[in-house]
């Protein structure tokens, strides 16, 4: 099969111009040209026209676009390259979708949007540290469950985080020791708290990743002022590091 040159700007939204001038730079040639001068295009060529116009999509130049398709050993890869591109940008849209049908929601609903969700997908919180921290698919199962919640479930959640919270800085206050009894239920119902969290390794039941996690989130409570806050103040974050930890040892 093959299509001429008005053909192929057609149906890929460009000009014949456009066509001719990726030839003359050497980006794509046609596959053949007729007795009667018409270019003509086999579906090698379409394929190549395709990874040009994404690489365009995403900004590049011609002649980088160049460099890239000359230094190319196989084509698969770089398709394989693109569909991951698109994917991300497929997500990347999705939680923008869903970020605005909050905003929609809440208004709706006479409440007040959360900013966080409102600017989900636009600038997502946190993405890098999660991925650095527990890779890239923790990240993505994390934040569309978040952002799939409608805004009751995430203030049920929300509510739910909260009140664990309280439950912990109660606990030090009262100078329960780590390994009491007490301690030890909260940091069990803290566990539980965060096998909800799809991507993590408490949700997909690996133990030994598990263990690892909740020692690395009792170290980073302490480590991290935000979280040294969130439980009061030093002491409190040191006190539910310890009871996670004497947990993830002796009860996991």
């Known amino acids: 099969m093959e299509w001429t040159i008005q053909e192929l700007a057609t149906r890929a939204g460009i000009t014949s111009r456009t066509l001719r001038h990726y030839d003359r730079v050497g980006l794509l040639a046609p596959s053949r040209v007729g007795a009667n001068g018409y270019r003509y295009y086999n579906p090698t060529a379409v394929a190549r026209l395709q990874r040009i116009l994404l690489m365009r999509q995403l900004g590049m130049g011609l002649p980088a676009i160049a460099e890239v398709l000359a230094d190319e050993v196989d084509p698969c890869d770089g398709l394989r390259a693109h569909i991951a591109a698109l994917e991300e940008e497929r997500d990347r849209i999705e939680r923008q979708i869903r970020s605005v049908r909050h905003t929609l929601e809440a208004l709706q609903s006479g409440v007040e949007p959360r900013m966080d969700v409102m600017l989900a997908g636009f600038n997502d919180g946190y993405k890098d540290e999660v991925i650095s921290r527990w890779g890239e698919r923790a990240f993505q199962a994390g934040n569309d469950w978040w952002h799939?919640?409608?805004?009751?479930?995430?203030?049920?959640?929300?509510?739910?985080?909260?009140?664990?919270?309280?439950?912990?800085?109660?606990?030090?206050?009262?100078?329960?020791?780590?390994?009491?009894?007490?301690?030890?239920?909260?940091?069990?119902?803290?566990?539980?708290?965060?096998?909800?969290?799809?991507?993590?390794?408490?949700?997909?039941?690996?133990?030994?990743?598990?263990?690892?996690?909740?020692?690395?989130?009792?170290?980073?409570?302490?480590?991290?002022?935000?979280?040294?806050?969130?439980?009061?103040?030093?002491?409190?974050?040191?006190?539910?590091?310890?009871a996670l930890q004497a947990y993830a040892r002796t009860r996991m």
């Open 148 to 242: 799939g919640k409608s805004l009751d479930q995430q203030r049920a959640w929300k509510q739910d985080t909260e009140d664990l919270v309280a439950a912990w800085v109660a606990a030090a206050k009262a100078e329960a020791s780590p390994t009491s009894e007490h301690a030890q239920s909260l940091a069990a119902r803290h566990v539980r708290w965060l096998s909800q969290i799809p991507g993590t390794p408490t949700a997909e039941g690996d133990r030994e990743r598990s263990i690892e996690m909740v020692k690395c989130l009792g170290d980073m409570y302490v480590d991290d002022p935000r979280f040294a806050a969130m439980y009061d103040d030093a002491a409190g974050a040191t006190f539910v590091r310890d």
